[in-house]
């Protein structure tokens, strides 16, 4: 099946820092997403991003359907952004499942 | 517009007992999937479910578990004869279409003493 690798696995960042998350995945995709998981578990929806560049605030992020990659970019870090990131990804043929990457699990520092 | 929504939230059984867990999907989805997550690990999908039929159920536990999605009413994931290794969070997620972004609920914890 489909292989979705995340780096790094953990990150820790001083408030105020820029970070990047990468995704990689090894098959062609129709869907791709990116999510936060809070502290509390709740998991929050960040870009639906098949493909091309997306920006919402200070997050942004960039699929490169051709290269299998993804990145997730977070500027000027808040302690709130903390939280474990997960990246999932369904194939462009048959299952509708998302598949999830393990996760970058980012912590930042007041 | 309300989100996707689960209850409970927080479940806790006995070993043998059994669990159900139900999601309503937003409004207008007709596209219902469940996914769990073990402590410490990413989500894995279990079952994707149109409106009364299951459409792929190939991350499914074979023994003890089935999901449904009647024509009225929430979709509904059962847990029989839980164990202690079906601790874990469960989250169900809709889509209006196929090949469509997917909005998640807030999860049901479920707690096997």
């Known amino acids: 099946g489909i292989q979705v690798e995340q780096s790094p696995p953990d990150l820790i960042l001083q408030e105020g820092a820029n970070s990047t998350l990468r995704c990689n995945f090894s098959d062609s995709v129709n869907n791709l997403q990116w999510f936060h998981q809070n502290p509390w578990g709740q998991l929050i929806n960040l870009f639906y991003?098949?493909?091309g560049t997306k920006q919402n605030g200070r997050l942004s992020a960039t699929t490169v359907a051709t290269e299998r990659y993804s990145l997730l970019y977070i500027s000027s870090s808040q302690t709130t952004d903390s939280g474990v990131y997960f990246c999932a990804v369904s194939l462009i043929q048959g299952a509708q499942k998302l598949v999830f990457g393990q996760g970058t699990r980012l912590t930042i520092n007041p | 517009n309300a989100g996707v929504m689960q209850n409970p939230r927080h479940l806790v059984r006995r070993r043998g007992q059994e669990a159900r867990l139900r999601c309503s999907p937003m409004?207008?989805?007709?596209?219902v999937y469940w996914y769990r997550q073990l402590p410490e690990e990413g989500l894995k999908f279990m079952v994707y479910l149109q409106k009364e039929n299951i459409i792929d159920e190939s991350g499914m536990p074979k023994e003890r578990f089935s999901a449904e999605f009647p024509k009225e009413g929430p979709s509904i994931l059962r847990i029989q004869q839980v164990v202690r290794g079906d601790s874990a969070a469960y989250f169900c997620?809709?889509?209006?279409?196929?090949?469509?972004?997917?909005?998640f609920g807030p999860g049901t914890r479920l707690t096997v003493l």
């Open positions: 409004k207008g989805h007709s596209h």
């Open positions: 991003i098949p493909s």
């Open positions: 997620a809709s889509s209006p279409t196929t090949h469509n972004e997917q909005f």
